[in-house]
């Protein structure tokens, strides 16, 4: 017996990919509904070797589903997850609104599935930011072994972490730039993305840090470990799909980088490819359309006690978003949920 399953904002970037993981993966599923606000209503969107046609999630009655995957943002989800949660449908959100709510899991099924029994306290789980998510996978099994003191990341993440809008603006300004007269002013981005990298994701904080770094220390704390610091400087890169991390870990024993690949090697979630030789490591562009998070430039840091220097590379779209929350829902439904039934 399958599960009944909503996906609200089934016509944007994550929605169409929860989709699309969601019948790769053979997620047990009786029924599905794709759900979208009223200006997409009746949009067709795939799943599988199937066609369906967008609902109003506006008028739609959540009781007698199971679960619901929410892709549409902090202001729609705001409105329409508590009542998903109240006609007793389990939401999985992959917005940040609330992520940061001490009695809502926040979950990276690799890291801390012990967390989904905690969706009682709501009826709703957080699905983590995309920054976060690969970097704690590839932490969690090093953190097992020596513990981690300290981490300081700079991410290069993909425009498609900032939807369909972004992803069009850096195709339009690429083209311009090879057609004298069609150059493209920024709309999306504070300034030109193609060709260059802009040190500004979200919104700035009074300590001169944006939203998304703060995001990544807060997240990676009640994912991982509260006495984990972190520090991160977050850059948006000319790339559709795809986020990258330089990670600089500092451990509380000595871990030796041969011993820190063969634990990664081994780790659930994770694929090391790790040559040093050129072209022996991952870029984004390898890793679209992929699950693992991959590892990559292993290496000691000499200029601190315990250092390990590291190369994460994601699709942000799948582990980063949309993969995650199916593997949320693929946790829920082993330990806790049986179809039609919420306890």
Not at 139 to 160: G, M
Not at 197 to 215: A, N, Y
Not at 231 to 251: D, I, K, L, W, Y
Request: proline share 5%.
């Amino acid at each position: 017996m399958g599960y009944r399953v909503a996906v609200a904002g089934a016509t944007g970037n994550v929605g169409r990919e929860m989709l699309n993981i969601l019948a790769e993966r053979e997620f047990p599923v009786d029924e599905i509904v794709a759900l979208a606000s009223r200006k997409s209503l009746g949009t067709e969107v795939s799943f599988g070797d199937r066609t369906l046609r967008t609902r109003d999630l506006d008028a739609f009655d959540f009781e007698g589903w199971d679960i619901a995957l929410f892709a549409v943002g902090s202001e729609a989800t705001k409105q329409y997850a508590p009542k998903a949660a109240r006609a007793g449908c389990v939401v999985i959100d992959n917005s940040s609104l609330y992520r940061y709510e001490p009695d809502i899991p926040l979950i990276v099924p690799e890291v801390n599935p012990d967390a989904i029994e905690g969706y009682r306290n709501r009826m709703i789980i957080a699905n983590p930011n995309c920054s976060t998510a690969q970097m704690v996978v590839a932490l969690k099994p090093l953190h097992d072994r020596a513990r981690i003191r300290r981490v300081v990341v700079a991410t290069y993440q993909s425009v498609s972490g900032a939807g369909k809008d972004a992803m069009d603006e850096l195709w339009d300004q690429t083209k311009g730039k090879y057609v004298p007269g069609q150059e493209v002013a920024p709309r999306k981005f504070t300034k030109q993305i193609a060709f260059n990298v802009i040190p500004h994701i979200d919104s700035f904080m009074e300590d001169g840090s944006t939203r998304e770094e703060w995001k990544m220390v807060v997240e990676t704390k009640k994912i991982l470990d509260p006495s984990i610091r972190v520090t991160a400087t977050c850059v948006r890169v000319p790339v559709f799909v795809g986020h990258s991390e330089a990670v600089n870990v500092e451990f509380e024993e000595f871990l030796d980088e041969d011993e820190a690949r063969d634990i990664l090697r081994e780790a659930p979630g994770v694929l090391v490819i790790d040559k040093r030789e050129p072209g022996g490591y991952v870029t984004p562009v390898e890793c679209v359309g992929e699950y693992a998070t991959f590892v990559s430039r292993i290496r000691q840091d000499p200029t601190v006690e315990n250092g390990l220097n590291l190369w994460v590379v994601s699709d942000n779209l799948r582990k980063g978003a949309a993969l995650n929350a199916v593997q949320i829902a693929e946790l829920l439904a082993e330990r806790c949920l049986s179809p039609a039934t919420v306890a």
